[in-house]
T-cell receptor
Framework: AQSVTQPDIHITVSEGASLELRCNYS??????LFWYVQSPGQGLQLLLKYFSGDTLVQGIKGFEAEFKRSQSSFNLRKPSVHWSDAAEYFC??????????FGQGTTLQVKP | GAVVSQHPSRVICKSGTSVKIECRSLDFQATTMFWYRQFPKQSLMLMATSNEGSKATYEQGVEKDKFLINHASLTLSTLTVTSAHPEDSSFYIC??????????FGPGTRLTVL
């Protein structure tokens, strides 16, 4: 079955601290992997994506993610979190049809 | 960047009425749009794929007669929730596919059925 698991429902980090959001997937074909951020009242914004090539991908706002095929993971990282990063983060997997399967999301809270 | 709008952003209706939600790609043409449903504190669930000029493709378990989708032009797809009931209350999100590998999301529509 195709699925995405984000094990952490809620994470709290201090401003300036590093961040890692976990994502594991199950997909029958070569996956296209995405991380989106959702802020209240706004649409999902793409942070980064992986299709092929270098397994470490850089995204917007200082985020990066690493694709590890052996672990079926695509974890999102940021070396230093800003208060404005507080939001809901979604990992998604899809293929060339464009259909996306989303994880349950991780709510990030940033402490001052 | 590519912009997708949804209208209305919020709607409250009585049980038994129908509600139409519009999804527009403002600065690009999209042959494919997607409709998702999001429950509070939960993930987005794909409801259907909307293809311009053809019938929508619904995901398993989604009632096509309940959720009518029309993709009449390259910039507009509509979702009509027919005979809405309280259990249809949810956050509905559309996305429009620009390239093969990227789609852009609308801000969502909050539907509350009384």
């Amino acid at each position: 079955a195709q699925s995405v698991t984000q094990p952490d429902i809620h994470i709290t980090v201090s401003e300036g601290a590093s961040l890692e959001l976990r994502c594991n997937y199950s997909y029958g074909a070569t996956p296209y992997l995405f991380w989106y951020v959702q802020s209240p009242g706004q649409g999902l914004q793409l942070l980064l994506k992986y299709f092929s090539g270098d397994t470490l991908v850089q995204g917007i706002k200082g985020f990066e993610a690493e694709f590890k095929r052996s672990q079926s993971s695509f974890n999102l990282r940021k070396p230093s979190v800003h208060w404005s990063d507080a939001a809901e983060y979604f990992c998604a997997v899809g293929g060339n049809t464009g259909k996306l399967i989303f994880g349950q999301g991780t709510t990030l809270q940033v402490k001052p | 960047g590519a912009v997708v709008s949804q209208h209305p952003s919020r709607v409250i209706c009585k049980s038994g009425t129908s509600v139409k939600i519009e999804c527009r790609s403002l600065d690009f043409q999209a042959t494919t749009m997607f409709w998702y449903r999001q429950f509070p504190k939960q993930s987005l669930m794909l409801m259907a794929t909307s293809n311009e000029g053809s019938k929508a493709t619904y995901e398993q378990g989604v009632e096509k007669d309940k959720f009518l989708i029309n993709h009449a032009s390259l910039t507009l797809s509509t979702l009509t929730v027919t005979s809405a009931h309280p259990e249809d209350s949810s956050f509905y999100i559309c996305s429009a596919r620009l390239w093969a590998d990227e789609q852009f999301f609308g801000p969502g529509t909050r539907l509350t059925v009384l």
